[in-house]
Structure formats: structure tokens, C-alpha cells
């Protein structure tokens, strides 16, 4: 059985003093939430706030992005020991706004699951496809590439080690999510791409939801077979509306 995920991206919002507050809100309402693992994911500059906010609490942190270097001269580059020594559980890596904005490849987003988990780190790799990639019906042959980059370089032994989380890149922050149908679809045709190499890392290995999952969505998606989570952008900056997504996981 995978005990669902729920992670919070916050991506770079927020500020010191909103950064307490939503840690505390989180905190303060996470009791109801018993069966489903949550996370968060701020600003690297708000993880010490993370990890003395929630140290006594169930919950989780991480970070957004992670160097595949360890130590060394590479400029406001952050290493996997420096966030495992705030107790950071998990990092993410390959988001699409990493893919997009810094030009980040297949390679360099296997490199950096490698080096999160050198670290300790149990990395939320991210996969999906472009709006146009979806409209040339290229989808599987985007999200497969992207799976099989991790595969190549350390065998389904390492992304097994990881999550995955499905964000079709056309349902970030648009508020246009993936029906549940077309999330459990790619979904299920990720776990399948997985038990090609070994069907029992297969069925264990969470696959998370991303894209404009909401309160108001949430359940519906999280019911699909293959949907064990979800990693959520705008809807984790609100406590009372990522603490609504972390309920509906329970059930
Ligand atoms: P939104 O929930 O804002 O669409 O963001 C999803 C996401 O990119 C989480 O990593």
C-alpha cells in the first residue's frame, strides 16, 4: 500500500514574516491529517524556519532544487548535504520551470536525483509534457523520455528511490487542471514504463499530481488507482487550503 504524499511547492514567494505564518498555520492544523505524508517545499532561504518550526511535528520539508555538485565554487548553488543538514526529507528535481527557465536537460535532472539521494535525499522528480506536446500526441514519448533519463544512469533501482510527480506543464498555476482521467492515464503508463524494468519497484514508487490541484479537485483525483498524491504550487501558500488537500489524501 503507498501512503500518499501531499508536498507543497511554494516556488519563490512569500516573505520571512509570511513564511512563519504558514508554517505555523500548517502546523496548527495538521492534526486531522493522519494517514496521508505531507511536505513542504520553500524558498531554500526559509528552510532553517521550516526546520525549527516543525522539527516536533509529522510534517515534512524540502527543497525546490538541488546542485549535482557537492561542495565547491559554483555561485548560489545550493548541495544535497547542505540541505540534509537542515533535515530536509526530500528535494525536487526537474520541475518544469527548472526544464524551462534554466535550460535544464534529461541529463542534468538525473544528475541532480543522483546527487540528492548521495545526500540522503529522497528526490520529487518531475516529469510532464508542453501543451504542444500534448496537441502532437507526443506525451507518453515527452514523459518517457524523461523517465528514462533517471533509469539510464542508475537503473530502476535509483528512481525508485525517488517519487515521481506528473505536472503536465499546461496545468501549472493556469488553473486548468488534468481531468482525473487524463492524470491516471499518464499515470498508469508511467508505473507501466517502471515494471518494464522491475513490476514490483513498480507498484511501490509513488506518482504524484501537479497542476492547479486545488481543494476544489482534489479528491477526484486523488481516487485515481495511480494518483498517490500530489505536489501542489499556489494552493500550498494558503494553510487552509493545502491543509484541505492533505484531508482529502485520507480518504
Ligand atoms: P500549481 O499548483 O500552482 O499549478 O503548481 C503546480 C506545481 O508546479 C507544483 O510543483
Given at each position: 500500500m503507498r501512503?500518499?504524499?501531499v508536498a507543497g511547492n511554494w516556488k519563490m514567494n512569500g516573505s520571512r514574516q509570511s513564511a512563519i505564518e504558514?508554517?505555523?498555520?500548517?502546523?496548527?492544523?495538521?492534526?486531522?491529517?493522519?494517514?496521508?505524508?505531507?511536505?513542504?517545499?520553500?524558498?531554500?532561504?526559509?528552510?532553517?524556519?521550516?526546520?525549527?518550526?516543525?522539527?516536533?511535528?509529522?510534517?515534512?520539508?524540502?527543497?525546490?532544487?538541488?546542485?549535482?555538485?557537492?561542495?565547491g565554487a559554483y555561485t548560489g548553488e545550493i548541495a544535497g548535504s547542505m540541505f540534509a543538514d537542515y533535515d530536509c526529507k526530500y528535494v525536487i528535481v526537474g520541475h518544469s520551470e527548472r526544464r524551462t527557465y534554466h535550460g535544464e536537460s534529461d541529463t542534468l535532472v538525473a544528475e541532480k536525483f543522483e546527487a540528492a539521494r548521495k545526500a540522503g535525499l529522497i528526490?520529487?522528480?518531475?516529469v510532464g509534457e508542453t501543451l504542444e506536446e500534448r496537441e502532437q500526441g507526443i506525451t507518453e514519448q515527452v514523459v518517457g523520455r524523461q523517465v528514462d533519463a533517471v533509469i539510464s544512469r542508475g537503473g530502476v533501482g535509483l528512481l525508485a528511490q525517488g517519487v515521481v510527480a506528473y505536472e503536465p506543464v499546461w496545468a501549472i498555476g493556469t488553473g486548468r487542471t488534468a481531468s482525473p482521467e487524463?492524470?491516471?492515464?499518464?499515470?498508469?503508463?508511467i508505473r507501466a514504463r517502471i515494471a518494464a524494468?522491475?513490476?514490483?519497484?513498480?507498484?511501490?514508487?509513488?506518482?504524484?499530481?501537479?497542476?492547479?490541484?486545488?481543494?476544489?479537485?482534489?479528491?477526484?483525483?486523488?481516487?485515481?488507482?495511480?494518483?498517490?498524491?500530489?505536489?501542489?504550487?499556489?494552493?500550498?501558500?494558503?494553510?487552509?487550503?493545502?491543509?484541505?488537500?492533505?484531508?482529502?489524501?485520507?480518504?
Open positions: 501512503q500518499p504524499l504558514l508554517l505555523n498555520g500548517i502546523k496548527a492544523g495538521i492534526s486531522e491529517v493522519t494517514t496521508a505524508e505531507v511536505a513542504v517545499c520553500p524558498p531554500s532561504i526559509f528552510i532553517p524556519l521550516a526546520w525549527r518550526t516543525l522539527a516536533d511535528t509529522p510534517i515534512a520539508w524540502g527543497g525546490q532544487d538541488v546542485s549535482v555538485h557537492e561542495s528526490p520529487i522528480f518531475c487524463q492524470a491516471q492515464d499518464v499515470h498508469a503508463f524494468h522491475d513490476p514490483e519497484a513498480a507498484a511501490e514508487v509513488r506518482i504524484l499530481y501537479g497542476g492547479s490541484m486545488k481543494p476544489g479537485n482534489a479528491a477526484e483525483l486523488l481516487a485515481k488507482p495511480d494518483i498517490d498524491g500530489g505536489l501542489i504550487g499556489g494552493a500550498s501558500l494558503k494553510a487552509a487550503d493545502f491543509l484541505a488537500i492533505c484531508t482529502a489524501a485520507n480518504a
